[in-house]
């Protein structure tokens, strides 16, 4: 019963194939988000997904595409994929908030992504 | 243009004694900072915050300190145990903002506790 579970784990792939990542959460959150750790060990966001709307679009690639069927699942598509797009991708979710305090960020286990 | 920094990769501790992880941002607008716990081939784990309204915040055995003024926070663990070695991560956000959810992270601190 993982919270926020992400697949694969580890992805292992051709420069210019296209692949997905997916994940979803089971704890009721109205927002998803994937995170990216570089070579440098930076987290960085990518995108963020409020109950199904893009609300956070970073200067990513437009290789990059996210998708959002349901509050509940935040998928990851990547075409063309190039040797920098090797990293760890972190999926998260948290619940939106009104008070004075940030919402905190539940993160999935991550996918390692390397790309030959 | 890093605007939370982690300037030290590393960290190591003897069982027992108090570890002290700093950092250091340079955005003034950031008002919620955050402290993460990432154990290797997991995700991070939330594990203490604090608001730009306090300098202290206590939980257990972690106690993060803010100097809005330095623009510095750091991470208190006392006391230190082997369970604690993990890589820590400082982020900060705007609350305030349209920026919901966007946290900012240094490179982490990877702590080593030794018995």
């Known amino acids: 019963d993982t919270a926020v579970s992400q697949t694969p784990k580890y992805l292992v792939t051709q420069m210019g194939n296209d692949k997905s990542i997916k994940c979803e959460q089971n704890l009721g959150h109205d927002t998803m988000y994937w995170y990216k750790q570089d070579s440098k060990k930076f987290l960085k966001i990518m995108f963020s997904y409020n109950n199904k709307e893009l609300i956070i679009n970073e200067t990513v690639p437009n290789r990059f595409s996210p998708k959002s069927p349901d509050k509940a699942h935040l998928n990851l598509h990547i075409n063309s994929l190039e040797l920098g797009d090797s990293a760890v991708y972190f999926c998260?979710?948290?619940?939106?908030?009104?008070?004075?305090?940030?919402?905190?960020?539940?993160f999935g286990s991550g996918t390692q992504l390397s790309v030959l | 243009d890093q605007q939370v920094k982690q300037n030290s990769p590393s960290l190591s501790v003897q069982e027992g004694r108090i570890s002290i992880l700093n950092c250091d941002y340079t955005n003034s607008m950031f008002d919620y900072f955050l402290w993460y716990k990432k154990y290797p081939a997991e995700g991070p784990t939330f594990l203490i915050s604090?608001?730009?309204?306090?300098d202290k915040n206590e939980d257990g055995r972690f106690t993060v300190f803010l100097n809005k003024s330095a623009k510095h926070l750091s991470l208190h663990i006392v006391p230190s145990q082997p369970g604690d070695s993990a890589v820590y991560f400082c982020?900060?956000?705007?609350?305030?903002?349209?920026?919901?959810?966007?946290?900012?992270f240094g490179r982490g601190t990877q702590l080593t506790v030794w018995p």
């Open positions: 982020a900060a956000s705007e609350v305030r903002g349209s920026t919901l959810g966007r946290l900012y």
């Open positions: 604090i608001s730009s309204i306090k």
């Open positions: 998260a979710s948290s619940q939106t908030r009104t008070s004075a305090t940030n919402e905190k960020l539940f």
